[in-house]
């Protein structure tokens, strides 16, 4: 409906107009909400992609080296190697260094419990 002054007469037409509108909106926050919310899909790289992923982009033989010593979560099929990115994800997560403070409240908390343990 285009914009103009809307007098008493037309009140009924634009009142129709108004509902179809809010209608179809309606109808369409409903397909928003219940659309299926399908999981992301795993996303898998080879060697190449990996190292392009990495920060550091390592070598190829540091990755093997990783993978030789099970340094890093890697799938072998074959003579395949695959990487799956939330594994590596985590990975780098949870290989951060300590600081020296942390080191040191550990030791402490450490020496802590084993002199509750020998008295």
Not at 105 to 115: G, Y
């Amino acid at each position: 409906m285009s914009e103009k002054n809307i007098t008493f007469e037309d009140m009924p037409k634009a009142m129709s107009w108004m509902m179809d509108k809010l209608n179809e909106l309606d109808s369409k926050i409903d397909g928003l909400n219940n659309s299926p919310q399908t999981p992301p899909s795993e996303i898998w790289m080879n060697l190449k992609e990996l190292r392009e992923y990495l920060p550091s982009h390592p070598a190829e033989q540091t990755v093997y080296g990783w993978t030789s010593c099970h340094q890093i979560p890697f799938h072998k099929k074959g003579k395949r190697i695959m990487f799956l990115k939330s594994e590596i994800d985590d990975w780098l997560h949870d290989s951060k260094m300590k600081s020296q403070k942390e080191l040191e409240q550990e030791a402490e908390n450490f020496i802590k419990s084993k002199r509750k343990r020998h008295f």
